[in-house]
């Protein structure tokens, strides 16, 4: 079993910067892909960024590139998310998920996840 706790939202004005935070617990647990994604009401659960359990190795999602950085410390079971240049459509609730058996660069394989934290971009 995983628990994964996020940390870091809060609410920003457009052009700033989040840094978002991910604890993981749990057996053997450096030792799988982690990510993040992330969700407005009405609408799907967006898959934002992914990072391969060596940190060698990450994605990210289109509308996020060059302005969000994921990475992980494994000695400290946390995996973060730089999210810098925030626009107001950046808004959602932002979800930390673990992958135990893929590399995390695809979303299907996530199976635990977080409780959430609140992103929200003031334009």
């Known amino acids: 079993q995983v628990q994964l706790v996020e940390s870091g939202g809060g609410l920003v004005q457009a052009g700033g910067s989040l840094r978002l935070s991910c604890a993981s617990s749990?057996?053997?647990?450096?030792?799988?892909?982690m990510g993040w994604f992330r969700q407005v009401p009405g609408k799907e659960r967006e898959f934002v960024a992914g990072?391969?359990?060596?940190?060698?190795?990450?994605y990210l999602a289109g509308s996020v590139k060059g302005r969000f950085t994921i990475s992980r410390d494994n000695s400290k079971n946390t995996v973060y998310l730089q999210m810098n240049s925030l626009k107001p459509d950046d808004t959602a609730v932002y979800y930390c998920?673990?992958?135990?058996?893929?590399?995390?660069?695809?979303?299907?394989?996530?199976?635990?996840w977080g409780q959430g934290t609140q992103v929200t971009v003031s334009s």
């Open positions: 749990g057996s053997t647990t450096t030792t799988f892909a």
């Open positions: 990072i391969s359990w060596s940190g060698r190795r990450t």
């Open positions: 998920a673990a992958d135990l058996v893929g590399n995390g660069l695809v979303s299907g394989g996530y199976t635990y």
